[in-house]
């Protein structure tokens, strides 16, 4: 199961000051292309961004010594990190339902 969207590497992941400077709503999502959670989220995650146009969704390839996911203290995957401005307003771990990441959206 492929996404249509690639995690960013290392060398595209935006700096931690250009993320706190990111204006309005942003979806940060960590994880990587070959972990079962993150892929297995995929069709939630679709579909509660569907519902909600007005957010950016940046994916992040996250792993050890990547500084955005160390920066916002990410363990496991995938982390969704909501931002508001640029400041964390919500977190979900490993979210499964499509209710669930709608309602974080909705709340943020």
């Known amino acids: 199961m492929s996404s249509s ?10 700096a931690r000051a250009e993320v706190d400077a990111l204006p309005g709503l942003t979806l940060l999502e960590f994880g990587t292309s070959w972990c079962g959670h ?4 995929q069709p939630a995650m679709t579909e ?3 519902q909600h146009a007005q957010w950016r ?40 339902q499509t ?4 309602a974080a959206l909705s709340a943020a």
């Open 57 to 96: 969704h940046i994916r992040v390839e996250d792993g050890p010594g990547r500084a955005l996911g160390r920066s916002f203290r990410v363990k496991l995957w995938p982390t969704l990190v909501l931002l508001r401005d640029g400041q964390e307003v919500a977190r979900l771990v490993r979210p499964t």
């Open 48 to 50: 509660a961004l569907s």
């Open 5 to 14: 969207k690639p995690y960013l590497s290392e060398i595209e992941a935006p």
């Open 38 to 41: 993150c892929r297995a989220a």
């Open 99 to 102: 209710a669930d990441i709608a």
